[in-house]
């Protein structure tokens, strides 16, 4: 996005998202890494500063519908190992782009095994990805929720 969208960095989501997501980790952990979050639960009024700085569908859902982000059911993330390193996936996170698509194939064979890595145990999970964003992941179940405007307060001496 380019511009902060919020006060501090606060990842919240439903139970039954946390619950897979737990469970997908699990998973990762087998394999000797694990989530980073970018994104999770998304307040309705920030979906609507997010769109006036991308207003394309195929990025950033109209806050008029809402998105599965705002209903407590969608993660961006990617993996890391256990000590904190990021592995490389090809792009950054929120790249606009079709290197970043699950369907690129043109990249190095270490960032195609850490995409599968990570599309695969997250779908293996509940989850379902977007093509156009490789970190984007929905949790089926939780997209019937209504959407959301919670807001959180950030305490004395949380991070930025």
Not at 20 to 47: E, M, W
Not at 100 to 105: Q, R
Not at 125 to 149: C, D, I, M, Q
Request: net charge positive; with cysteine.
């Amino acid at each position: 996005m380019k511009t902060r969208v919020y006060d501090c960095p606060k990842c919240y989501t439903r139970a039954i998202t946390a619950r897979a997501l737990i469970a997908a980790n699990t998973a990762f952990l087998k394999h000797g890494v694990r989530i980073r979050f970018f994104d999770c639960y998304r307040p309705n009024s920030v979906q609507y500063i997010m769109w006036s700085v991308v207003p394309n569908p195929q990025y950033v859902a109209n806050p008029v519908k809402g998105s599965i982000h705002n209903r407590g059911g969608a993660v961006d993330i990617t993996l890391e190992t256990l000590s904190g390193k990021p592995l490389d996936m090809g792009t950054d996170f929120d790249y606009f782009g079709k290197p970043a698509y699950h369907d690129a194939t043109d990249l190095p064979a270490q960032v195609l095994a850490n995409r599968k890595l990570l599309k695969e145990t997250m779908e293996s999970h509940g989850f379902w990805s977007v093509r156009t964003e490789w970190w984007h992941y929905n949790l089926k179940a939780a997209s019937a929720y209504p959407v959301a405007n919670f807001q959180w307060s950030c305490a004395m001496g949380d991070p930025l």
